[in-house]
């Protein structure tokens, strides 16, 4: 079926609730014949009093346009048809430079009276290539598999701030280390982004607390490989590999405590406040207690607190899961989807999402997806 009969069956399904906006042809024809009949006639009926009142007959070469009725208006509103609206959309549409909806309802309304918002919207998700570039406002939610730390120094993540804008000094990046257990966060100033010198405050950090085995980050999967390439030649019995590149799941803590860290270090900055104040929670959004470990506290306190830790982050998961079931309900097989590309595998002018297929739904709720290219070997 192809967009325009896909998009003509919805407008006819909404047409139920819209009468008296929308037009079929056949009413379209109907109304203008009766309203040349009420020009005419000498005694009206509410009917046609009703009609007078609303519409106007235009007359363009040899056929007759429906207009609204307006006293001195300069430009006349159509009505338009079920069957035209698609074309009317897809010219305002081409028009605005694939513009939203609302650049679309303002070029429409300047000349068509009865072309709906629903209709709109409706035809700009059925747009391909607005389906491609298409923002997403929440990655919160597409959540299927998360991953569960069982100890302090498990897995870690390694985050670098942006701070170009309001530089310090040399140091224009802030690398913000977090271990993905206890949240325990770390920060240092960087004065470039360069492997090398991440690996360098790594090490620093890994002979004071200790090496995780699994090191990730929202840098993507070739910074940390290259990460831990330079780690190795500096410390070449260091085992450690690079956990998935980009994961929503573990990412939700860590990005708000990034975005955290970055306000609360302006608002330093700028006010000079009390930085210790503000850092000791950066992440107060979650519910897990962040166990600070000063050296009087004995192991068996430490242990507790990771044991809740974990406990909360097992809770966590849980409820990740569900919102993620309610959020995005499940997919039918053969169904289009869109997969949105990540910005580091992404130039500046490649579209934000890619369309693929879902062809196989696995038993806890992990679907294959077939793009152009081939099938997507994650899930
Ligand atoms: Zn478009």
Not at 55 to 63: A, F, I, R, S, T
Not at 116 to 132: G, L, P, W, Y
Request: aromatic share 6%; hydrophobic share 35%.
């Amino acid at each position: 079926m192809d967009l325009e009969e896909t998009f003509r069956r919805s407008l006819y399904t909404s047409y139920g609730e819209n009468k008296c906006i929308l037009l079929p042809k056949d009413e379209y024809i109907k109304i203008v014949g009766e309203l040349l009949e009420a020009t005419q006639a000498p005694k009206k009926s509410p009917r046609q009093f009703y009609l007078l009142k609303k519409y106007e007959l235009l007359q363009c070469g040899d056929v007759q346009k429906l207009i609204r009725k307006k006293p001195n208006q300069e430009h006349p509103l159509h009505f338009a048809t079920i069957e035209e609206t698609f074309d009317i959309i897809k010219r305002a549409h081409i028009a605005t430079g694939h513009g939203g909806r609302d650049k679309m309802i303002k070029e429409i309304n300047k000349k068509y009276a009865n072309i709906t918002q629903d209709a709109i919207t409706v035809f700009k998700s059925m747009c391909i290539e607005c389906q491609r570039k298409r923002k997403r406002t929440t990655t919160k939610g597409i959540v299927v598999k998360p991953i569960l730390s069982k100890d302090f120094s498990s897995r870690a993540q390694v985050d670098l701030i942006d701070m170009q804008s309001m530089c310090h000094g040399q140091h224009k990046w802030i690398m913000v280390y977090q271990d993905h257990l206890t949240k325990f966060c770390i920060l240092r100033p960087l004065t470039s982004k360069h492997a090398s010198e991440v690996a360098y405050q790594l090490l620093d950090i890994y002979l004071l607390q200790g090496a995780p085995s699994i090191l990730q980050s929202d840098n993507g999967s070739e910074f940390t490989a290259q990460v831990i390439t330079e780690l190795k030649q500096m410390w070449p019995d260091l085992f450690i590999v690079h956990g998935k590149p980009r994961h929503p799941q573990s990412q939700g803590s860590v990005d708000t405590a990034n975005c955290g860290i970055k306000d609360m270090l302006i608002a330093w900055m700028t006010h000079g406040t009390g930085l210790l104040d503000s850092i000791s929670h950066p992440n107060p959004v979650e519910a897990e207690p962040v166990p600070v470990s000063p050296i009087s506290i004995r192991q068996e306190e430490i242990r507790l607190q990771r044991e809740s830790a974990r406990d909360a982050q097992f809770q966590q998961a849980e409820r990740m899961v569900k919102r993620s079931r309610i959020v995005f309900s499940s997919v039918q097989i053969k169904s289009n989807v869109t997969v949105p590309i990540p910005s580091v595998d992404r130039g500046r002018a490649d579209p934000r999402n890619i369309i693929g297929v879902v062809t196989e739904c696995s038993d806890n709720e992990l679907y294959t997806i077939a793009v152009k290219g081939g099938i997507l070997d994650r899930k």
